[in-house]
């Protein structure tokens, strides 16, 4: 505030003295002024702050949730999964299984496929020695 200025101004039109209690009055409010700015900014400040406290624990509360429900999800989803795979893994067994199976019973059959072509050679060898023998002994 500039005091010297507004006391000549008030010197003009008022008394000294007056005037100068017109300035004290001024400086006073001033001062008044300046202190209801000091209480209305720490108001301000702690309301803000206030404010921002329930802000961030509403953002909390938020993305804990959200989180809650990603966990929820992944779960789900993992949940889903194992049993698409168990479900895969049983019918792979099934089929490798089925297959082994019928492996075997091929295997079993080429076996005796096997044995009776042995047989039908020893046959034919036999045959042919008997053949061989006859015609040696006429």
Do not use: C, Y
Request: hydrophobic content about 45%.
């Amino acid at each position: 505030m500039q005091t010297m200025s507004i006391l000549e101004t008030l010197s003009k039109t008022f008394p000294e003295p007056q005037a100068k209690s017109i300035v004290r009055a001024l400086e006073e409010f001033e001062a008044e002024k300046q202190h209801i700015t000091r209480e209305q900014l720490d108001t301000a400040l702690k309301l803000q702050t206030a404010e921002l406290n329930a802000s961030m624990k509403r953002m909390e509360a938020s993305l804990i949730s959200s989180m809650n429900k990603t966990e929820t999800g992944l779960t789900m989803a993992i949940t889903k999964v194992e049993a698409d795979s168990a479900a895969r893994i049983k019918d792979t067994e099934a089929a490798l299984n089925g297959s082994i199976k019928k492996l075997e019973v091929d295997m079993k059959e080429m076996e005796i496929r096997l044995i009776k072509w042995v047989i039908g050679l020893m046959i034919a060898q036999t045959s042919i020695t008997i053949a061989v023998l006859k015609m040696m002994g006429n």
